[in-house]
């Protein structure tokens, strides 16, 4: 009984680290795409390649888009990580200081792609500064660093369920960039080149898509707080209700836990 009650504990101990590994797996492929990409564009802006003329105002303040890129490259990258519970269990400096540095890429990525659709020349295919493009940059952009700054708090205050909820949340948005590669990508394939606004709304898709599953996956978590583990007496070896701290010595019985008590002993009545 005891052997098949360990051999069941160690197979579900098994398939979850499995399932850990493969959600890992999964987040940095899906993140592999923009790594990539924007590996490529501080290359090109650091003399590695030719800039296009489309992107000349990138080469001319190039600051912001590269705070983008290593900022979202480290919120995406080592936030995936911090899906794995045996990584969180077994290395809790490592999850900790990994968790700091992704929040502040995300965050610095967060606004630097605010300060990118406010005040750099616009592409022809993004459409107007504040039309239905800007628009979802500047709505998505600031909910992903109001949730890196929520989840920053609750886990100040050791609310963990808050913390790791808005955290996924602004994974989530950081990730959009995965997503519509995914999602554009076939598109252009089946039909041709987008216009402005299909280009929107297929990039507003992606964002909310990967909402709607961080919120999924957080609805089907437990919403309160996990209580502290309670230490329980064996009946067998308990000494009896006399000695225990219970009512009974709280209330004053015959049996009371003096300075002997303190010291391991009992006050004899």
């Known amino acids: 009984m005891v052997a098949g009650t360990i051999g069941g504990m160690t197979t579900t101990s098994a398939r979850n680290t499995r399932n850990a590994r493969l959600v890992v797996a999964g987040?940095?492929?899906?993140?592999?795409?923009?790594?990539?990409?924007?590996?490529?564009?501080?290359?090109?802006?650091?003399?590695?390649?030719?800039?296009?003329?489309?992107?000349?105002?990138?080469?001319?303040?190039?600051?912001?888009?590269?705070?983008?890129?290593?900022?979202?490259?480290?919120?995406?990258?080592?936030?995936?990580?911090?899906?794995?519970?045996?990584?969180?269990?077994?290395?809790?400096?490592?999850?900790?200081?990994?968790?700091?540095?992704?929040?502040?890429?995300?965050?610095?990525?967060?606004?630097?792609?605010?300060w990118m659709t406010l005040f750099y020349p616009l592409p022809h295919h993004d459409g107007a500064r504040f039309g239905l493009l800007g628009t979802e940059r500047i709505l998505f952009g600031t909910l992903m660093a109001a949730a890196i700054v929520i989840s920053f708090l609750a886990i100040r205050r050791r609310n963990i369920v808050r913390h790791r909820a808005w955290m996924m949340r602004g994974y989530a948005i950081a990730q959009g960039a995965g997503t519509q590669a995914v999602i554009i990508a076939p598109w252009i394939a089946a039909f041709g080149d987008t216009d402005v606004v299909t280009r929107a709304v297929l990039m507003g898709t992606a964002?909310?898509?990967?909402?709607?599953?961080?919120?999924?996956?957080?609805?089907?978590?437990?919403?309160?707080?996990?209580?502290?583990?309670?230490?329980?007496?064996?009946?067998?070896?308990?000494?009896?209700?006399?000695?225990?701290?219970?009512?009974?010595?709280?209330?004053?019985?015959?049996?009371t836990a003096g300075p002997a008590g303190r010291r391991g002993g009992m006050r004899k009545p």
């Open 27 to 114: 987040l940095l492929l899906l993140t592999a795409v923009p790594v990539l990409a924007g590996a490529l564009r501080i290359a090109t802006l650091s003399g590695a390649g030719e800039v296009t003329p489309d992107k000349s105002y990138m080469a001319l303040d190039p600051a912001p888009v590269v705070v983008h890129i290593i900022g979202a490259t480290l919120f995406c990258v080592l936030g995936a990580f911090q899906f794995h519970r045996g990584f969180r269990q077994r290395r809790p400096g490592r999850h900790r200081i990994a968790g700091r540095l992704a929040a502040a890429g995300g965050f610095a990525a967060a606004l630097s792609g605010i």
């Open 207 to 255: 964002w909310t898509l990967n909402l709607a599953v961080a919120e999924w996956i957080i609805r089907r978590r437990p919403q309160h707080r996990v209580p502290a583990p309670q230490v329980t007496t064996n009946p067998a070896i308990s000494a009896g209700p006399a000695i225990s701290a219970g009512p009974a010595i709280s209330a004053g019985s015959p049996v």
